[in-house]
């Protein structure tokens, strides 16, 4: 696999940052297909980490999913990375931030956050993350939006809380909020910001890139995960544990994050971070094929708002004419 092309003034403030959220016209369909992968791999991974809370500990689940990704990922990634090393000595800087904020803080956060509030405040709070993505490049790098892109992203983010609050106003007035739920928010924070940034990412090899944030992301993660097994609740090893370990390395890390990095890459932050959306969906759905609940119409009403928000922004009026 070659390497994908990256624009040799990535590294120039916010010029590659607007490059690659016009490259929409040239990339077709394959990188929306690609982004609509993670929100499904994240939706199983939020309702697991819940399911988890009374038998593995949040810091030493993130530690050993991460931990477990990058030896699965070091193996076939090894000749890119030994290729990739000038390279990466002297962007070291932008490799420890996207690790830091996109590995390390944001899944710990949101495993930290479950045990003190619930999957509601969570789903909801997430939901946020593409208005938080639109400050973010708005302030850092001038990036402003269109009218079809903020109203878009306004009617996604209206039907993934109408999903997350079941249709019922009076869910969101009767919500009491939590430490867990300031956690779930500056995580929302961490993860927007390397969204914003996964632009200017060094131009490595994919495979490299992927092994390459999550060993640090582990490595960062490692007193925490220690300090942790020592004073407050030990990592016991069992079947489930494994079990859970490697859906969690598995699916949401290596095949959604690669999929999320590739697909931002493409068509740029301020749209990428729309598909978040789309995590109460999938939830929603795996709910009803796997603990058998009836659809209701709140369901269909939230998923028609995100489907229309997102046909706004990713299809333009004369996209596809000459």
């Not at 809380?161 to 009767?174: F, I, M, T």
């Not at 069992?238 to 931002?264: D, E, H, K, M, Q």
């Amino acid at each position: 696999m070659r390497p994908l092309p990256i624009e040799k003034h990535s590294f120039k403030g916010s010029t590659s940052l607007k490059k690659s959220s016009m490259t929409h016209r040239k990339t077709g369909w394959a990188p929306i297909l690609m982004l609509i992968v993670p929100p499904l791999c994240w939706a199983g991974n939020v309702v697991l980490a819940r399911s988890v809370i009374h038998s593995i500990p949040p810091v030493g689940l993130a530690f050993w999913r991460w931990t477990v990704a990058f030896g699965l990922l070091l193996p076939f990634a090894f000749g890119h990375v030994v290729k990739d090393i000038p390279l990466m000595l002297r962007t070291w800087r932008m490799l420890l931030v996207l690790s830091a904020f996109g590995v390390a803080a944001f899944n710990t956060l949101l495993y930290l956050a479950v045990h003190t509030t619930s999957a509601i405040n969570c789903a909801l709070i997430q939901t946020t993350m593409p208005a938080f993505i639109l400050i973010i490049t708005l302030l850092g790098f001038r990036e402003r939006t269109g009218w079809r892109q903020t109203v878009g992203i306004v009617l996604c983010m209206f039907g993934a809380a109408v999903v997350v609050l079941r249709g019922d106003l009076k869910v969101l007035l009767e919500m009491s909020f939590s430490r867990g739920d300031l956690l779930m928010l500056v995580a929302v924070i961490c993860y927007g910001v390397y969204t914003v940034l996964l632009p200017k990412r060094p131009p490595i090899h994919p495979m490299t890139f992927l092994t390459v944030t999550f060993g640090i992301g582990a490595s960062m993660l490692l007193p925490l995960y220690l300090w942790e097994h020592w004073t407050m609740q030990p990592m016991v090893w069992s079947l489930p544990t494994l079990n859970a370990v490697l859906y969690v390395a598995v699916f949401p890390s290596i095949v959604a994050y690669f999929c999320w990095n590739r697909g931002t890459e493409l068509i740029g932050a301020n749209r990428s971070g729309l598909f978040i959306n789309l995590v109460p969906i999938f939830a929603a759905i795996l709910s009803m094929l796997w603990l058998d609940e009836p659809p209701m119409l709140y369901h269909l009403l939230g998923m028609g708002l995100v489907f229309s928000g997102m046909v706004m922004v990713n299809v333009r009026p004369n996209e596809g004419r000459k």
